[in-house]
């Protein structure tokens, strides 16, 4: 085993620190009390390179691998866990059922607008009805001609406000009494297509949460994404790649409050000695450190073996799972090593907090993963 990364990976590390450190952060706190989107770091990830990192050069991406992507979802997450979050999402949800399940003439269309940065990737999958048991899908896909017309509402959706196009599951037909659900590609500014973003939301209050309310809403059949009835199988297979970007986004938040930890405790005094002068600080970043290590090792080893194109479910939801509560652990010790100061804003740890709970929810909660690897373990 070698646990080095490439000299791609080292430089593209080095490259999204460096501008985490000093594009993203320093807006991190006015971003989370304004709510402002924080599309200008977007458009010089753009510039960058950034936007479809992991797809093929021929729709415009970088031909990178998942941990490349993992890196660069973990250090823009360290500096604000809302663009981390977006730019998750934009990769895993809204480029990668495109790059998996598309045809030619889909990527070129729908996937080349990701990679560059023309529009943002969302994925219409959750419904009212519908979270943790997305078999519960409601919304219609209806064949009319040549078209689909589509009826329903998805919650919760990630990016949607500034993506030109996303895909949407739906209910194409019945199969024995099973609902078939299919994958079409939606044009956002399709008649009868509603976004509408108004969620008050705990935490990750920089990214674009919505509601998508679709009534009659017609696109050609050939916007079906992948095989008709096979849109379960296909947001399984996208949510396995989605799991590794959450798994990311929580070692970033982690890493950012255990060093924000660190440097107080290094600062504050109390009885006359540093916070980090006294064991029981010493042995609560210990534990810190070693968590963090460890979620971040399995964050990569999922993506190594999705790189090799070997099966990944189950580290996925391994490392989702850990990586999602190690992240609450870690922000809530941070806090608890802050004081008082931890509660306030400017500090940031209780940022930290709030943004770190959602990892625990979103791509399946803390109790599917565990029924997910309970299954792939034998159970």
């Known amino acids: 085993m070698n646990f080095d990364l490439t000299e791609e990976q080292q430089m593209i590390r080095k490259m999204i620190k460096e501008f985490s450190d000093e594009v993203v952060a320093p807006g991190a706190i006015d971003r989370d009390r304004t709510k402002e989107f924080p599309l200008e770091i977007f458009k010089q990830l753009s510039e960058m390179g950034m936007m479809g990192l992991p797809f093929s050069e021929e729709y415009g991406g970088a031909g990178a691998d998942t941990i490349s992507f993992a890196i660069v979802t973990e250090e823009l997450s ?3 866990a809302s ?3 977006t730019y998750s999402a934009h990769i895993s949800l809204g480029g990668a059922p495109i790059n998996l399940f598309g045809t030619e003439e889909q990527k070129h269309k729908y996937l080349t607008p990701i990679c560059t940065g023309e529009s943002f990737g969302a994925f219409g999958l959750t419904e009212p009805n519908a979270g943790s048991d997305a078999g519960g899908t409601q919304t219609t896909a209806k064949i009319d001609g040549d078209d689909f017309v589509l009826n329903g509402s998805k919650v919760y959706i990630t990016n949607a406000s500034y993506a030109k196009h996303l895909a949407v599951t739906a209910i194409t037909g019945n199969d024995n009494g099973k609902k078939e659900i299919s994958a079409i590609i939606v044009p956002t500014d399709a008649e009868g297509f509603t976004v509408l973003d108004k969620y008050e939301k705990m935490g990750l209050n920089a990214s674009n949460t919505t509601e998508l309310v679709l009534d009659n809403v017609r696109v050609p059949r050939e916007n079906l994404l992948g095989e008709q009835g096979n849109g379960f199988r ?9 799991r590794i970007g959450i798994g990311a986004m929580a070692v970033g938040i982690a890493q950012a409050a255990f060093d924000r930890a660190l440097r107080y405790s290094k600062e504050r005094k109390q009885f006359g000695k540093t916070l ?5 600080t010493q042995f609560k970043l210990a534990d810190m450190a070693m968590k963090i290590e460890l979620a971040r090792n399995m964050v990569h080893k999922a993506a190594w073996l999705k790189d090799q194109g070997r099966p990944f479910s189950k580290e996925a939801s391994m490392c989702k799972l850990y990586a999602s509560e190690i992240a609450m652990q870690v922000a809530n010790e941070a806090v608890q090593i802050h004081g008082g100061y931890g509660y306030m804003k400017e500090y940031e ?3 930290y907090m709030r943004d770190a709970k959602l990892l625990e929810i979103g791509e399946g909660t803390s109790e599917v993963q565990r029924m997910v690897i309970a299954r792939l373990i034998g159970c």
């Open 276 to 280: 980090s002068e006294f064991q029981i």
């Open 234 to 242: 296909q947001f399984l297979v996208t949510l396995d790649g989605g």
């Open 349 to 351: 740890v209780e940022r």
């Open 83 to 85: 663009t981390g979050i």
């Open 78 to 80: 360290r500096a604000c």
